[in-house]
């Protein structure tokens, strides 16, 4: 992504921040804090499939407001983010290598077509202990979102831990058809898909995928079982 755009959405993202309603972020902006904001990773060119997980991880207040060219300076390509060695990361990875693995290329090959954003641009620890904060701060992040899932090349949403009620409600385009359904059901590695419209007016391929940061942690076999599936359907 050029650092011209990457700097427009960092700078619209913490304008959102600014004027959050969200009852966790004014709470804060109250005691003359802010939320730090992330932005997704990925290759405009050439990313075909994208990982959309909940929200960016650990709860980061600032002093002062963010400044669009130093979060510029800061983002990782996608290659960077998934070296890092959290949880998200790591199982990420480990499924993109299974993919790879299946359609017989290369692990780089198969990096370039992928990259993730998250529903709500805003940083914390546990998107469980938000509440109704969370439903505020992922209906605010959508103009970040459709951005990111506007890119030319981009085929499929890959749902991690994303229920459907939370994408019916923001992302699906009402009225739109639900096309070619599949449901794989298994104890840690079950996914489900279909084609439909989004709210931006394009036809995406949505795959629903287990928690793969879940806090019980997944196995690998399931993590392969996952990129093997995805391989097969992408």
């Given at each position: 992504?050029?650092?011209?755009?990457?700097?427009?959405l960092?700078k619209?993202?913490?304008?959102?921040?600014?004027?959050?309603?969200?009852?966790?972020?004014?709470?804060?902006?109250?005691?003359?804090?802010?939320?730090?904001?992330?932005l997704?990773?990925?290759?405009?060119?050439?990313?075909?499939?994208?990982?959309?997980?909940?929200?960016?991880?650990?709860?980061?207040y600032?002093n002062?407001?963010?400044?669009?060219?130093?979060?510029?300076?800061?983002?990782?390509?996608?290659?960077q983010?998934?070296?890092?060695?959290?949880?998200?990361?790591?199982n990420?990875?480990?499924?993109?290598?299974?993919?790879?693995?299946?359609?017989?290329?290369?692990?780089?090959?198969?990096?370039?077509?992928?990259?993730?954003?998250?529903?709500?641009?805003?940083?914390s620890?546990?998107?469980?202990?938000l509440?109704?904060s969370?439903?505020?701060?992922?209906?605010?992040?959508?103009?970040?979102?459709?951005?990111?899932?506007?890119?030319?090349?981009?085929?499929?949403?890959?749902?991690?831990?994303?229920?459907?009620?939370?994408?019916?409600?923001?992302?699906?385009?009402?009225?739109?058809?639900?096309?070619?359904?599949y449901?794989?059901?298994?104890?840690?590695?079950?996914?489900v898909?279909?084609?439909?419209?989004?709210?931006?007016?394009?036809?995406?391929?949505?795959?629903?995928?287990?928690?793969?940061?879940?806090?019980r942690?997944?196995?690998?076999?399931?993590?392969?079982s996952?990129?093997?599936?995805?391989?097969?359907?992408?």
């Amino acid at each position: 992504m050029s650092d011209e755009k990457l700097n427009a959405l960092y700078k619209k993202a913490i304008e959102i921040e600014q004027c959050s309603k969200s009852p966790r972020l004014q709470l804060i902006h109250n005691q003359k804090l802010y939320c730090e904001v992330g932005l997704g990773t990925y290759y405009p060119e050439s990313t075909k499939y994208m990982f959309i997980s909940l929200n960016p991880g650990s709860n980061s207040y600032l002093n002062e407001q963010q400044n669009p060219s130093e979060a510029c300076s800061q983002h990782p390509t996608f290659a960077q983010y998934l070296d890092f060695r959290f949880r998200y990361a790591i199982n990420m990875r480990k499924i993109i290598t299974a993919f790879a693995e299946t359609k017989g290329i290369s692990y780089e090959e198969s990096l370039v077509q992928f990259g993730t954003t998250d529903l709500s641009i805003f940083h914390s620890q546990n998107t469980s202990d938000l509440k109704e904060s969370f439903f505020v701060e992922v209906k605010e992040s959508l103009p970040i979102l459709i951005e990111d899932l506007s890119i030319s090349k981009l085929q499929a949403l890959i749902l991690s831990g994303v229920n459907y009620e939370t994408f019916f409600y923001n992302l699906y385009k009402q009225g739109s058809p639900i096309i070619g359904h599949y449901y794989k059901n298994t104890k840690q590695d079950w996914v489900v898909s279909f084609r439909t419209t989004l709210i931006n007016n394009r036809e995406y391929d949505v795959y629903f995928i287990t928690h793969i940061s879940a806090t019980r942690g997944m196995l690998d076999s399931s993590l392969y079982s996952i990129g093997h599936e995805l391989a097969k359907r992408l």
